[in-house]
């Protein structure tokens, strides 16, 4: 009775584990309409690495069958009971390796009435570089005050699989109740990392070769906390703004919330001395979102002038800037850096965006050193929810300032990282439904052309859907993050155990 038991057991098994092979149909009436899809992935450029770009069709259908063709292989994905076609990893990994700098070509049957019609076929464009393998970012909903439930993570771009690098909703009491932000990497590698925690349990955790320990950048004679971070290449060395920022909410405007500096500057932390200076500070200049060039020769940043505070006393500068929120506007500033003497010079103008009357954010310098990578939009400093918010490139070579049409999209375009080969763009965008971020994914060509972007992909398309979280923040990195979640939680609730940065001149 016992090996008949178990016997059923492995029957049963066996028939979960069952999936009919989907069959390409003999005979198919060819249409000329447009297969409708969900994610759009027509004719696009893809990495050979990236997972497979499952589909839901959204044409009208009983049962769908999608070929693959491509580096001499076919792969056949198909759905007998709904729209949704998920596509065999390992055979798709298989093709794609060898369609390297091909194309692959996809063709959707629809069965209509008892026939199959056959769908014009779409090609995706097999880039020879692979995307660099990690990407984090953060899930927060889309909301103003609360921050109870949000969460960093990572995922594998070559197959589905994600890992928390932290989340802040464990529990759901008050001493849980602290907002993380800022992740940010050196040089693509986890190897040396920071977020922030901010409220209950506050700090910034950096974690190194040393270990994981939590920091408190807060000083008398700096404005106000760390904020935007970014990881000299090479050394210990970190440069924040540092911010007091604001929201204001609109009473009648499709933009819904502006998010205010009422001042910013720039700071500088030496992880390895443990102290923090100042590089700019200034009363009528709100620098902020530095970025360091990738030889560390030179520090970006964005700097909204308002020389008319300087007439005001201090308590009528916020009401200023609520009346003239938008005519704020962030030109785009350099730093050259001696790392010997760790001196900064004196501020260029790298673009000028009030003479375009736009505004700048987040600038990204490529790899190579030659392309700046920026958002402009109409003003502000918080494009994320800006509609006007477009990505930018200038061309560090020729000067040439231009809009990345290719990629962008009319809903808001805000934050961006680039590979580590210089040839993806990872960026932010509300172009599905005006309220959600999602993260797109764009090739960027050695002729400084970025091409069709596409969402990420994900094992069940309509989970882009479902899920009531905005992506924030994408950074790309080439290793895994190496602690665990429950490591940086014990940390992040060890209040005994904080260092002080120390304040120089």
């Known amino acids: 009775m016992k090996k008949l038991f178990a016997l059923c057991l492995v029957s049963l098994a066996l028939l979960a584990g069952c999936k009919s092979t989907p069959k390409v149909p003999d005979s198919s009436t060819p249409v000329k309409e447009a297969v409708r899809i969900y994610p759009d992935y027509r004719d696009i450029v893809i990495p050979p690495n990236i997972a497979p770009l499952n589909i839901q069709v959204q044409s009208a259908g009983q049962a769908f069958v999608a070929t693959f063709d491509g ?3 076919q792969v056949v994905a198909g759905s007998d009971d709904g729209n949704t076609l998920k596509i065999d990893s390992t055979a798709w990994r298989q093709m794609l390796d060898k369609a390297r700098g091909q194309s692959v070509r996809v063709t959707v049957y629809a069965r209509r009435d008892g026939g199959w019609v056959r769908f014009p076929a779409y090609t995706l464009e097999v880039a020879r570089e692979p995307i660099d393998r990690y990407l984090s970012y953060r899930l927060i909903e889309p909301g103003y005050e609360i921050y109870r439930q949000l969460g960093l993570y990572q995922r594998d771009l070559t197959s589905f699989d994600v890992h928390t690098i932290y989340e802040n909703n464990r529990t759901f009491d008050n001493d849980n109740n602290h ?14 990392m920071l977020f922030h925690v901010r409220s209950n349990h506050g700090g910034t955790l950096i974690a190194d070769e040393n270990g994981i320990r ?36 609109h009473l009648i405007d499709p933009q819904k919330v502006e998010v205010l500096d009422e001042a910013a500057d720039l700071i500088f932390y030496d992880a390895e001395q443990g102290t923090v200076r100042n590089i700019l500070k200034t009363e ?68 000028d965006c009030n003479a375009l009357g736009k505004s700048a954010t987040v600038p990204r310098v490529s790899p ?14 918080f494009h994320i929810w800006h509609k006007s918010a477009d990505l930018y490139v200038k061309d560090l070579k020729t000067g040439q300032v231009r809009p990345l049409t290719e990629a962008n999209s009319p809903n808001a375009e805000s934050y961006h990282t680039w590979s580590s080969n210089g040839r993806w763009i990872v960026f932010s965008s509300r172009r599905d439904d005006g309220s959600y971020t999602r993260p797109y994914i764009a090739y960027f060509d050695t002729a400084g052309n970025a091409h069709k972007a596409f969402l990420l992909p994900q094992e069940d398309p309509e989970q882009n859907l479902l899920l009531l979280k905005s992506y924030n923040v994408p950074e790309l990195s080439t290793d895994a993050v190496p602690y665990s979640a429950d490591e940086f939680r014990k940390v992040i609730y060890d209040d005994t155990n904080v260092e002080q940065a120390k304040f120089i001149r």
């Not at 404005?223 to 060395?237: E, G, N, Q, T």
Request: charged share 20%.
């Open 71 to 73: 580096g001499g292989m």
């Open 179 to 192: 907002c993380i932000n800022c992740h940010n990497y050196q040089n693509y590698s986890t190897r040396r």
């Open 214 to 249: 939590k920091m408190n950048v807060n000083c008398d004679s700096i404005l106000a906390s760390a904020v935007y971070p970014s990881w000299h290449p090479r050394r210990k060395w970190i440069a924040f703004s540092s911010n007091k920022t604001g929201q204001a909410f």
């Open 284 to 351: 009528s200049d709100f620098e902020t979102f530095p970025c360091w060039s990738p030889d560390g020769r030179k520090l970006y940043y964005c700097v909204a002038h308002v020389p008319q505070l300087d007439a005001l006393p201090d308590s009528l500068h916020q009401s200023y800037l609520l009346n003239h929120y938008d005519s704020l506007r962030n030109d785009i500033m350099s730093l050259s850096f001696d790392e010997r003497t760790q001196q900064f010079g004196t501020p260029q103008l790298e673009v």
């Open 368 to 381: 190579d050193g030659r392309y700046l990578l920026f958002t402009l939009g109409d003003y502000g400093q």
